[in-house]
């Protein structure tokens, strides 16, 4: 109960009567403080969200070094794809040649230029082979 006329606050604790006069350097003292912890709850919360962005920050650094270290994956494997390619697309030239070698050949031989039944099995043998490789390769 603060009573004006006498400018002096009571407490009752313990059914006694306290009076304490409330002065000018009470008053500064409370606003001082006042304004102390008001500073202090401004600095946790700028404390908390600093932290909050720092972490937000954190998250977004991880997740570009991850899509980076995914993009990395993904150029290896194409990498990896296009040389596979290459090199089946060497076999392949190589049982298409071998195919019309052979073709030549057995031409050659049907056709009487070469009298060698053994060149005519060469260029049986050599077209199999060619067609083999070029049913594994499709």
Same mark, same amino acid.
């Given at each position: ?31 001082? #403080?006042?304004? !102390?912890? =008001?500073?202090? &709850?401004?600095?946790? $919360?700028?404390?908390? @969200? ?5 972490? %937000? ?32 697309? #060497?076999?392949? !030239?190589? =049982?298409?040649? &071998?195919?019309?070698? $052979?073709?030549?050949? @057995? ?5 009487? %230029? ?25």
């Amino acid at each position: 109960m603060l009573f004006s006329m006498c400018n002096c606050a009571v407490n009752w604790c313990d059914k006694l009567c306290f009076f304490a006069f409330i002065t000018k350097d009470f008053i500064h003292a409370v606003k001082h #403080a006042h304004s !102390e912890y =008001a500073l202090f &709850l401004q600095k946790s $919360a700028q404390t908390s @969200l600093t932290g909050r962005e720092e972490k %937000k920050k954190e998250k977004a650094e991880e997740a570009k070094r991850v899509d980076q270290r995914t993009r990395k994956h993904l150029q290896e494997q194409l990498a990896e794809q296009a040389q596979l390619e290459m090199a089946q697309i #060497a076999e392949q !030239e190589t =049982a298409r040649q &071998l195919i019309s070698e $052979a073709s030549q050949k @057995l031409s050659e031989a049907v056709q009487g %230029k070469a009298n060698s039944l053994q060149g005519a099995k060469v260029a049986q043998a050599m077209l199999i082979l060619g067609n083999e490789l070029a049913t594994c390769l499709y």
